[in-house]
């Protein structure tokens, strides 16, 4: 059965530094999305993104934070300068431009730990 | 605005016993609803979903839930656990907007 992947499951960094989580979307997908939850904490929408452009996104969503998707199999979630609030668990999500509802499929996961 | 309320943050229950997840939701449009599960270190899992219809949708692993406008309310329930639905429970709104809205999630944890 075809699934999301994320990569890598865990990603430890500096406060500072530049991070780049990736995601693989289900093939025939068209819509993605980036949710993040941070420990003990629900989960938040960040961006959603559809025909290359972002098509909305969240108030966490600052200029600090960018999504790209580089190639036709990839998605990507950049932090340019992390802070220590940004430590998370990042789900990366994708939809098929033909489902009538909003099923999300969702990714294990990346979690992040700015130290 | 959308909005997901989930009243109870854990909820312990024996093997073999009931459990009902509650859930109540505000919504200004049409709404689509979906519970989610996340097992220790995994992602997240659809359980079940109510887009339009009949008010009980039945989703995996013996779960289902009822619509309830009026209360707006969609409560998950499970007529006997077992110690593998230990997990977290989460309820989601998703309607005009792409993005779904989540709630706080229930903790789901079975005693033996």
């Known amino acids: 059965e075809p699934e999301v992947t994320q990569t890598p499951s865990h990603q430890v960094t500096q406060m500072g530094q530049e991070v780049i989580l990736r995601c693989v979307p289900i093939?025939?997908?068209?819509?993605f999305y980036w949710y993040r939850q941070i420990l003990g904490q629900k989960v938040e929408f960040l961006v959603s993104?559809?025909?290359?452009?972002?098509?909305?996104k969240s108030e966490i969503f600052d200029d600090q934070f960018s999504v790209e998707r580089p190639d036709g199999s990839n998605f990507t979630l950049k932090i340019r300068s992390t802070k220590l609030e940004d430590s998370a668990m990042y789900f990366c999500?994708?939809?098929?431009?033909?489902?009538?509802?909003?099923?999300?499929?969702f990714g294990p996961g990346t979690r992040l730990t700015v130290l | 605005a959308q909005s997901v309320t989930q009243l109870d943050s854990q909820v312990p229950v024996f093997e073999e016993a009931p459990v009902e997840l509650r859930c109540n939701y505000s919504?200004?449009?049409?709404?689509?609803l979906f519970w989610y599960v996340q097992y220790p270190n995994q992602g997240l899992q659809l359980l079940l979903k109510?887009?339009?219809?009949?008010?009980l949708v039945k989703g995996i692993n013996g779960f289902e839930a009822e619509f309830n406008k009026s209360q707006t309310s969609f409560h998950l329930r499970k007529p006997s656990v077992h110690i593998s639905d230990t997990a977290e429970y989460f309820c989601?709104?998703?309607?005009?907007?792409?993005?779904?809205?989540f709630g706080q999630g229930t903790r789901l944890t079975i005693n033996p």
């Open positions: 919504s200004s449009v049409s709404v689509y």
């Open positions: 999500a994708s939809r098929d431009r033909t489902s009538g509802y909003n099923e999300q499929f």
């Open positions: 109510y887009l339009s219809g009949s008010t």
């Open positions: 989601a709104v998703g309607g005009g907007a792409q993005k779904l809205v």
């Open positions: 993104f559809y025909n290359n452009e972002i098509s909305e």
């Open positions: 093939s025939n997908h068209l819509y």
